[in-house]
């Protein structure tokens, strides 16, 4: 069976993002390389210090995945799509919500809703837009 983990691109701000997931996701980054870490490097101007590929790896086995778009070459506005994340229960949710959150948009605060006790919607500062999501039945 095939499996999907999202990959996504920032323009400079990967190795921030990366680990401002690891803390608030409670994820554990398993790699980050830039360009000019590369086996036989010859970044393009500007790229060296950028992300070329970073794994972060979330509870339950998913990645996350990420890298830098090359200088000059900015990644399209994230859209069309949301990083949905579930949760046990409200308190467990609101508390990612809240760090997620800071210096981003809500677009939906956490609330309750015809299927579930919480569930809210936000970009953070990064741009990268996130769902969450209780349980059904939880609390």
């Known amino acids: 069976m ?3 983990d999202p990959y996504i691109t920032f323009d400079g701000t990967c190795a921030e993002a990366m680990r401002f997931y690891e803390k608030t996701l409670g994820a554990k980054l ?6 000019a870490e590369m086996p036989d490097a010859k970044p393009m101007a500007g790229a060296a210090d950028r ?17 830098d778009s090359m200088p000059g070459q900015p990644p399209a506005p994230m859209g069309g799509f949301h990083l949905c994340l579930g949760y046990p ?25 015809f299927w579930t006790e919480g569930f809210g919607m936000l970009v953070d500062r990064f741009g990268t837009p996130w769902m969450f999501n209780v349980a059904h039945g939880a609390g």
């Open 30 to 35: 398993e790699g980050m390389m830039t360009w």
């Open 51 to 67: 992300i070329m590929h970073a794994t972060l790896l979330l509870e339950g086995g998913r990645m996350l995945m990420a890298a």
């Open 2 to 4: 095939a499996t999907i």
């Open 89 to 113: 229960s409200v308190a467990a949710a609101q508390k990612v919500f809240d760090a997620m959150s800071a210096g981003g948009q809500v677009t939906m605060p956490l609330q309750k809703t």
